[in-house]
C-alpha cells in the first residue's frame, strides 16, 4: 500500500505564491515517477505535472508552464509544487499521484487532496 499525504493548500489572492507538499510512505519513493492533479468544481480532475524519479525530468500542463515548479527530495519521501502568480482558474482542490513506473504519464496511487482557492 502507498499513502500519500497532501499539504499547503489555502485561499490567496491572485498573483499570491503557494507551496503544496505531498509526504509518502509505503513503496520506496525514489522508484517512481511522482505527479500531481487538480480537479475544480464541477470539472473533471486534470494532471497538472509530473517528475521523474531522480527529479531531472519534468513535465507541465501548457497553462501552469512557468508558474509553477515540481519538484521533490527523496531524502524526505516528499514531493512538492511551487505555484507562482496565481490565478483564479487555478481554483482547485490539488492530489499528488504515485507513478506506476520511474517515468511516465500512468499513476495508481492518489492522496486525499488539497484545497487551493485564489480570489481575484
Known amino acids: 500500500q502507498v499513502q500519500l499525504v497532501e499539504s499547503g493548500g489555502g485561499l490567496v489572492q491572485a498573483g499570491a505564491s503557494l507551496r503544496l507538499s505531498c509526504a509518502a510512505s509505503?513503496?520506496?519513493?525514489?522508484?517512481?515517477?511522482m505527479g500531481w492533479f487538480r480537479q475544480g468544481s464541477g470539472s473533471e480532475r486534470e494532471f497538472v505535472a509530473v517528475?521523474?524519479?531522480?527529479?531531472?525530468?519534468?513535465y507541465y500542463r501548457d497553462s501552469v508552464k512557468g508558474r509553477f515548479t515540481i519538484s521533490r527530495d527523496n531524502a524526505k519521501n516528499t514531493v512538492y509544487l511551487q505555484m507562482n502568480s496565481l490565478k483564479p482558474e487555478d481554483t482547485a482542490v490539488y492530489y499528488c499521484?504515485?507513478?506506476?513506473?520511474?517515468?511516465?504519464?500512468?499513476?495508481?496511487?492518489w492522496g486525499q487532496g488539497t484545497q487551493v482557492t485564489v480570489s481575484s
Open positions: 499521484a504515485k507513478g506506476v513506473t520511474s517515468w511516465g504519464l500512468e499513476f495508481d496511487y
Open positions: 509505503g513503496r520506496t519513493f525514489s522508484d517512481y515517477a
Open positions: 517528475i521523474r524519479w531522480d527529479g531531472a525530468l519534468t
